[in-house]
């Protein structure tokens, strides 16, 4: 059973602050992850991506991999009351063709 | 405009009704994926398609039947809606590293 797990949340942080999302996942043979958005009623929206270990940056955000810990962090600085969304973490499986979805976290991002 | 679109977006349909919700993507992406989400359950993969012509289950395709006569479209077909359909249906295409999402559809099921 290929497995993606996240903490529901909700996980609620001050605006300016460091809102820090993780995801363990159980197969070892995922080589990529994936950050997704969700907002209330629309769907998901690809913000990052992450093939090897160690950090990624894109702007506010930085992606972390950690393949002998198999987890992953999303960090998102600066926290602005719009991050207020469902982040869902995603792992790749089958020979890259398939993804599986952890529940996802809730963030909100308080004024 | 280039992307992926799902239509209706809305649907509210009776019991034992057959409802057809379309996906159509101007990327040519091979990969194509059905998704339902509800509240407690996340992302559920319903069907996907490697390709016109291939097809195959996901984790929850009873009660759906999909086709891919064109790599653009992917139809899924609810051959016998029940109640229990009632969701958020999503379709997603997959380019060369990365999965996205149509808008979705709001299926009732009544």
């Known amino acids: 059973q290929k497995e993606v797990e996240q903490n529901s949340g909700p996980l609620s942080v001050p605006e300016g602050a460091i809102a820090s999302l993780n995801c363990t996942y159980s197969?070892?043979?995922?080589?990529?992850f994936f950050w997704y958005r969700q907002y209330s009623g629309k769907s998901p929206e690809l913000i990052m991506s992450?093939?090897?270990?160690g950090d990624k940056e894109d702007g506010r955000f930085t992606a972390q991999l950690n393949k002998a810990s198999q987890y992953v962090s999303l960090l998102i600085r600066d926290s602005q009351p719009s991050d207020s969304a469902t982040y869902l973490c995603?792992?790749?499986?089958?020979?890259?063709?398939?993804?599986?979805f952890g529940g996802g976290t809730r963030l909100m991002v308080k004024p | 405009d280039a992307g992926i679109t799902q239509s209706p977006r809305y649907k509210i349909t009776e019991t034992g009704r057959q409802v057809t919700l379309m996906c159509h993507q101007t990327w040519s992406h091979s990969y194509m994926f059905w998704y339902r989400q509800d509240l407690g359950h996340g992302l559920r993969l319903i069907y996907y398609s490697a390709a016109a012509d291939i097809t195959d289950k996901g984790e929850v395709p009873d009660g759906y039947v999909v086709s891919r006569s064109k790599t653009e479209n992917f139809p899924l077909t609810l051959e016998s809606a029940t109640r229990s359909q009632t969701s958020v249906y999503f379709c997603?295409?997959?380019?060369?590293?990365?999965?996205?999402f149509g808008p979705g559809t709001r299926l009732t099921v009544t």
């Open positions: 992450i093939y090897s270990n």
């Open positions: 995603a792992g790749v499986y089958n020979a890259g063709n398939m993804l599986t």
């Open positions: 197969d070892r043979g995922s080589q990529s």
């Open positions: 997603a295409s997959r380019g060369p590293y990365e999965q996205y």
